[in-house]
């Protein structure tokens, strides 16, 4: 699986992973990530964030493979300038998205399209988020969002509120979506299916990428398919117990103390232990 340090493709999470507590890339992390692709390895991202809210972490990195973003709902070719992959949501996540704010009026929310972020409902927790992603939005209406090309709805709310999100969810039991909670203060609705490690899938197909080895980390509940679909899945120290459960390697530094060059560093022992 680690012969050869070319054919393996490390992704990694952003928050609470690649991104220490104060949203920096560690200069531990980033040496490391460097000298893993100076070898040869293959380095990328795995990320809810969208097109607009990724472009200002493009520049800490020099990232020449495809990202996935949107939490599995697409992968992005910024070399090519392009989408490699879509997966939009159903013309029904309109209603279901009108059911929430219904049911649970102090919840706030986004649309998240190729073209943009269409904030529907701003309350403090997306504003917050607005302000994290350093995003110039859209505000409108729920009804005044155009149908088509909806990659995710991201609901913001306090943390006390998502487990009576996740219940109405359950309760409704809507079809052609899924949803997830990607933080203690969000919960996104997602096409059916659609998670970061189905997004890994589609990586796998990609022209190119046919025999690789792939290496996935991440903290959080969105990254737990991704995780359990790698060759090899892992995860920082500070991830949710459920995470660690799930991994094959639980890392023992942190987010802020260089866990991903603790990473880089069991690969490349690896891929010399091997030749």
């Known amino acids: ?22 949203k920096n890339i560690t200069d531990i992390d980033r040496d490391a990530i460097e000298r893993f692709m100076a070898l040869g390895g293959k380095f990328t991202v795995a990320t809810g964030r969208t097109l ?7 520049s800490m ?5 495809p990202v996935i973003m949107y939490n599995g709902a697409a992968i992005y070719d910024f070399d090519k300038n392009e989408y490699c992959f879509t997966k939009p949501l159903p013309d029904s996540a309109r209603q279901i998205t009108a059911d929430f704010l219904e049911a649970l009026p102090e919840i706030g929310g986004e649309v998240l399209k190729a073209d943009g972020t269409y904030i529907f409902r701003n309350n403090d927790y997306q504003q917050l988020h607005t302000k994290l992603c350093n995003i110039e939005p859209y ?13 995710k709805v991201l609901f913001s709310m ?8 996740e219940i109405f969810a359950a309760q409704k039991n809507y079809k052609s979506v899924d949803f997830v909670r990607s933080s203690d203060i969000f919960y996104e609705m997602l096409p059916e299916g659609i998670t970061k490690g189905s997004a890994l899938d589609e ?3 990609l022209p190119g990428m046919e025999g690789f080895t792939f290496v996935a980390v991440g903290d ?17 120290s500070n991830a949710h117990e459920i995470v ?3 991994s094959d390697l639980v890392l023992s530094r942190t987010n802020d103390e260089g866990a991903i060059a603790e990473l880089v560093d069991y690969i490349i022992r690896k891929c010399g232990e091997n030749k």
């Open 1 to 22: 699986m680690f012969e050869d340090i070319s054919k393996v493709v490390l992704i990694s999470d952003m928050d609470g992973t690649l991104l220490d507590s104060h």
């Open 52 to 58: 607009q809210s990724f472009v200002q972490y493009r």
């Open 61 to 65: 990195l020099p990232l020449h493979m």
């Open 139 to 151: 505000y409108a209406d729920l009804d005044e969002i155009t149908d088509g090309g909806w990659l």
């Open 158 to 165: 306090a943390p006390e509120v998502i487990p009576h999100a």
């Open 203 to 205: 990586y796998r197909k």
């Open 220 to 236: 959080f509940d969105n990254d737990l398919d991704m995780i359990k679909r790698a060759d090899l899945g892992a995860c920082p």
């Open 244 to 246: 660690c459960e799930n």
